[in-house]
């Protein structure tokens, strides 16, 4: 691809792969750089901080953003993002 994350490339070129538009698709990352490059895009994004002292640094600085901050996968079933796609 000779692209990487946050670059637009990247991102376009995972949805006309996976044939999905920004809004249907989930983008799950640790770093917040990368979040807010699918955010550009209209991608759903998760911060995913396995950190407890992290995530709930994240977790208070995301509060009225647009993105969603989990500490593990399993949280991901309670997020609003599911519920958008």
Do not use: H
């Amino acid at each position: 691809m000779g692209t990487t994350k946050p670059n637009e490339k990247m991102y376009l070129k995972a949805l006309e792969e996976l044939k999905v538009l920004p809004e249907e698709a989930v983008f799950i990352d640790d770093n917040l750089i990368n979040c807010k490059g699918a955010m550009k895009l209209g991608i759903n994004e998760v911060l995913l901080c396995r950190n407890k002292l992290q995530y709930f640094i994240n977790k208070l600085f995301s509060i009225g953003k647009d993105y969603q901050v989990i500490n593990d996968l399993e949280q991901l079933k309670y997020t609003r993002i599911l519920s958008k796609i």
